[in-house]
């Protein structure tokens, strides 16, 4: 047999094996159009929980009837998805079908960094400072900010604060919790943080009655800096509770009154 020939029956042999694929992948897409939903399968990335699998099957009938018994091909995954990341607690989901006909669904949650207490209403504000409300039955244990928050939002409002000024104070906020958390020091030793009509800072240890007057979040590491020095060298010298406030929000300044 001539080189020529045995080339001619390995292409020969290599398009039987080609067609022979194509024609079974076409019978198993031809038996998929016909498979139905069997059930949904809800997995998580995290281990707490803001919503939950009975709340997640919810949101599908809700929006699309009873997944259970349609066709595989007729579910639009993206429609699906897009619903489920509408919800406030959820960042992003991941929809697909398999061979066993289940719709599975891969929730990742928002991780709230904050909690904002506006009077009675109550908001979460994850890292990147998209703000949502409250999960009634699901407490979370972050910082709580309260007082004077200048947002302008409604009590079921979710997103990212509505004005750029909203914005950055956010954003400064939030890199400033990052501080505390990041020190190991700051963060369990700050009880409290409120917010004055200016869009200060006033923060209260957890022990002693000094305020520290903060100011705007910003200079984190610095004005931190000198709370340290205030408990380093200013606090020894007095007695207990001597001083009533600590302003530490100007620059090389640390002005302690009864």
């Known amino acids: 047999m001539n080189v020529i020939v045995r080339k001619a029956l390995t292409i020969a042999a290599l ?13 198993r897409s031809r038996d998929r159009m016909q498979d139905t939903c069997s059930d949904v399968r809800v997995s998580f990335k995290e281990s707490y929980r803001f919503v939950d699998e009975d709340e997640v099957k919810h949101i599908l009938e809700r929006n699309f009837g009873s997944y259970v018994g349609q066709r595989l091909d007729s579910m639009r995954l993206d429609m699906v998805e ?6 406030s607690a959820i960042q992003a989901s991941e929809a697909y079908v398999t ?15 904050l909690r904002l207490q506006m009077g009675e209403t109550g908001f979460y504000a994850d890292e990147s400072g998209f703000i949502f409300p409250l999960q009634p039955g699901y407490p979370y244990m972050v910082p709580v900010v309260d007082g004077d928050i200048s947002l302008n939002i409604d009590a079921d409002y979710k997103g990212m604060a509505p004005e750029e000024k909203g914005r950055e104070w956010m954003a400064s906020l939030i890199g400033m ?7 190991k020091v700051w963060a369990e030793n700050i009880s409290q943080i409120h917010v004055d009509e200016k869009d200060g800072l006033m923060l209260y240890p957890r022990e002693g009655r000094e305020v520290f007057i903060f100011g ?39 002005i302690c009154k009864k």
């Open 216 to 254: 705007y979040p910003t200079d984190i590491a610095a004005k931190f800096g000198r709370v340290e020095n205030y408990y380093k060298y200013i606090k020894p010298e007095k007695d207990e509770n001597y001083y009533r406030t600590v302003n530490v929000q100007f620059e090389k300044q640390i």
């Open 177 to 183: 919790l990052r501080y505390m958390e990041d020190s």
């Open 15 to 27: 398009l039987l094996c080609i067609t022979a694929f194509v024609a079974i992948c076409g019978a």
């Open 99 to 113: 061979d066993d006909g289940y719709l599975n669904l891969v929730i990742t949650q928002r991780k709230p960094v």
């Open 82 to 87: 897009a619903a489920l990341n509408s919800q």
